[in-house]
């Protein structure tokens, strides 16, 4: 059975995380069903490419089953956690957690203060997310229809 199908037994998932590849981005990216706008290769390397950045992996055995993106967006001193998902049978297992941790550990060692991202109102869980994990909304960038809406977060990084 393929990892993205895979059921889970028990509340434990057993999983790695590490600097991963755009490819594995991909296998991710596109078996997740919140991500209607499929990017290639090429428009992940144009948002990355002379910029500071981390790609990060999960990985169940040698499968990816998540991702997380950031990058040196605004040249301020803040790290923009861009994109990250874990495959739909992996959720509520941690992985997104942990994900997050080791990106607000590396952007610490790299100087950074603070670590934000962006949203859109219709991705309740992400709202969720954020506002658990110590982010505090700082702008919101009305959209028609109104689940559209951009919502960005900052987070103090210590």
């Known amino acids: 059975m393929p990892s993205s199908q895979k059921k889970r037994t028990e509340n434990l998932i057993i999983f790695t995380i590490k600097s991963g590849t755009l490819i594995e981005v991909l296998a991710v990216l596109h078996a997740t069903p919140e991500f209607e706008n499929h990017y290639s290769i090429e428009d992940l390397n144009h948002r990355l490419k002379k910029t500071q950045h981390l790609i990060l992996v999960a990985y169940d055995k040698e499968h990816p089953i998540g991702f997380k993106i950031g990058f040196d967006r605004f040249k301020d001193g803040s790290f923009y956690t861009w994109m990250g998902s874990v495959l739909p049978p992996y959720r509520r297992g941690g992985i997104a957690k942990a994900l997050a941790r080791k990106q607000e550990s590396w952007a610490v060692q790299q100087g950074f203060t603070s670590i934000r991202l962006k949203t859109r109102k219709k991705y309740k869980t992400m ?10 909304l700082v702008e919101e960038i009305a959209k028609i229809p109104e689940a559209e809406t951009r919502l960005l977060f900052e987070k103090t990084l210590t």
Not at 127 to 136: H, K, P, Q
């Open 127 to 136: 709202i969720a997310f954020a506002e658990n994990s110590g982010f505090t």
